[in-house]
């Protein structure tokens, strides 16, 4: 069974920081590119940072400098370390993972976890 599981969400105070997890079971997560989208009421949902099967990593601009993402192969798992969290951090994060060349089609979600920035 396909899953992916996201944890770490939570309230946290402008400048805080969390770190969330995804663990990803029922298929080879390092075969697959792995990503955290986040969405927040009345908005698309946004790619926040990816991390590549080669390790390359791209980030949403307003999250430059302050998220980094991170994978572990070995464990089937990726995590995101967010600091200097601000209000407008506020969203449902989802953690996805998406196959590319013999994979490509291949689009796994988690039901995500909230995070909430807020004094």
């Known amino acids: 069974q396909v899953q992916l599981v996201e944890s770490g969400g939570a309230l946290v105070q402008p400048g805080g920081s969390l770190s969330l997890s995804c663990v990803a079971s029922?298929?080879?997560?390092?075969?697959?590119?792995m990503g955290w989208y986040r969405q927040s009421p009345g908005k698309q949902r946004e790619l926040v940072a990816i991390?590549?099967?080669?390790?390359?990593?791209n980030y949403l601009d307003s999250v430059k400098g302050r998220f980094t993402i991170s994978r572990d192969n070995a464990k089937n798992t990726a995590s995101l370390q967010m600091n200097d969290l601000k209000p407008e951090d506020t969203a449902v994060y989802y953690c996805?993972?998406?196959?590319?060349?013999?994979?490509?089609?291949?689009?796994?979600w988690g039901q995500g976890t909230q995070v909430t920035v807020s004094s």
């Open positions: 996805n993972c998406r196959g590319s060349g013999l994979l490509a089609g291949r689009d796994f």
């Open positions: 029922g298929f080879a997560a390092r075969l697959y590119n």
């Open positions: 991390i590549r099967v080669n390790g390359s990593t």
